[in-house]
Structure formats: structure tokens, C-alpha cells
Nanobody, 117 residues
Framework: QVQLVESGGGLVQAGGSLRLSCAVSGGTFSVDVMGWYRQVPGKQRELVATVSAGGTTNYADSVKGRFTISRDNAGKTVYLQMNSLKPEDTAVYYC???????????WGQGTQVTVSS
């Protein structure tokens, strides 16, 4: 019933920018934390950035200063603005939402981001 759909991925040259979007539909739950994770073949999925219901943000050291996460107040959309992209940013990016009260995690299907050198 709950669905997360990412968009905005693609191929970009090093130094370029992309903006990922994640639209949340279905369900009537209250959203606590929303975030973005990424994964490359042979590696574990890693946290990229999160934003809480109160607006507190958290970033992986590797993206700090380059990426910006944001969300709407209703918890229906979360964005990831990616600037100064590097080849090492190449990965499948996944949207995540975590509910409040009773904790449940929902995940999107992922969107491919490829940064060429």
C-alpha cells in the first residue's frame, strides 16, 4: 500500500549536479525520519543523508558540503540535491522513510546515479 518512488537519477559528468526526488504515497502513518542511502556492487548500503521531522539533518562525511537533503512538512516528499558530483558517488540511491510511534521502515526501488570522470 505504501509506495516510495525515486526520480532524478541519471548520467552526469564529474563536477555536475543532480536532484533526486522521492514521492511517498499510500498509508496514513506519521513520518519521523526521511533519508537517502546508496549502494554499489560488492558493498553494503550506506547512509547518505537524513532529515528528521524537526528539520535536523545528518550527512555522511563523504558528501558533507556537497549534498543537501530537504523535505516537505507533511513528509510526502524528500529531496537530495547533489552538487560537485564525483565518480565515487556512483551508486544506486534509495529513499527511506521511518514512521513515528511504532517504527516501520519503507524503501523505494532505487534510482541509478552514474558520475563519469
Amino acid at each position: 500500500q505504501v509506495q516510495l518512488v525515486e526520480s532524478g537519477g541519471g548520467l552526469v559528468q564529474a563536477g555536475g549536479s543532480l536532484r533526486l526526488s522521492c514521492a511517498v504515497s499510500g498509508g496514513t502513518f506519521s513520518v519521523d525520519v526521511m533519508g537517502w542511502y546508496r549502494q554499489v556492487p560488492g558493498k553494503q548500503r550506506e547512509l547518505v543523508a537524513t532529515v528528521s521531522a524537526g528539520g535536523t539533518t545528518n550527512y555522511a562525511d563523504s558528501v558533507k558540503g556537497r549534498f543537501t537533503i530537504s523535505r516537505d512538512n507533511a513528509g510526502k516528499t524528500v529531496y537530495l540535491q547533489m552538487n560537485s558530483l564525483k565518480p565515487e558517488d556512483t551508486a544506486v540511491y534509495y529513499c527511506n522513510v521511518r514512521t513515528s510511534w511504532i517504527t516501520i521502515d519503507y524503501w523505494g526501488q532505487g534510482t541509478q546515479v552514474t558520475v563519469s570522470s
